[in-house]
C-alpha cells in the first residue's frame, strides 16, 4: 500500500506566526559586510540597528557580539581590542568609534555647518516672500 506524504498547512489565523525577524548570520549572501570605507560606517549602523530593532534586540553585549560578525576580520580584531567594546555599553562603543573614524562625524557636522552658513547667508529672505523663495537657487 502507497503511503500518501502530506503537506503541513499553511499558517491560519489561529497559529501565531513568528513575531520577530532573525538576525541574518554573517555567511549569509544578504547580509552586508563592512568593508572599512569610512564614508559607509553611517549607513552600515543604520543597517544594523535597524536589524536589532526587528529582532528585538536591546542587550548591549549582543549587539557587540553581532556588530563584529558583520565587519571584515581585521576590522573586528582592532574593535575587540577597544576597551569600550569589552566593557561598555552599545552607546559607549559607538562614542569610541566616532573618535577612532572622524570622518564618521565630520560628515554630519560639516552638513550642519553648511546649512547654519545658508541660514546667516539668506536670513533675510522671509518665508511669506514667495518670489525670493521661488528665485533662490543653491
Not at 14 to 24: E, G, L
Not at 92 to 99: E, H, N, R, S
Request: glycine share 2%.
Amino acid at each position: 500500500m502507497a503511503q500518501v506524504l502530506q503537506t503541513p498547512a499553511p499558517p491560519t489565523t489561529q497559529q501565531k506566526m513568528p513575531s520577530k525577524t532573525q538576525m541574518p548570520t554573517s555567511l549569509s549572501l544578504s547580509t552586508s559586510k563592512w568593508d572599512g570605507q569610512t564614508k559607509m560606517l553611517r549607513n552600515f549602523l543604520r543597517i544594523v540597528e535597524q536589524l536589532f530593532r526587528l529582532a528585538e534586540i536591546s542587550d548591549d553585549r549582543q549587539k557587540l557580539d553581532w556588530l563584529i560578525s558583520y565587519v571584515k576580520t581585521d576590522i573586528a580584531d582592532q574593535w575587540l581590542s577597544f576597551p569600550e567594546f569589552e566593557t561598555g555599553p552599545w552607546n559607549q562603543f559607538l562614542d569610541c568609534l566616532k573618535i577612532e573614524y572622524p570622518e564618521f562625524v565630520s560628515e554630519e557636522q560639516r552638513k550642519m555647518g553648511q546649512l547654519h552658513r545658508l541660514c546667516r547667508e539668506y536670513s533675510e529672505i522671509s518665508l511669506l516672500d514667495e518670489e525670493q523663495l521661488i528665485e533662490f537657487k543653491w
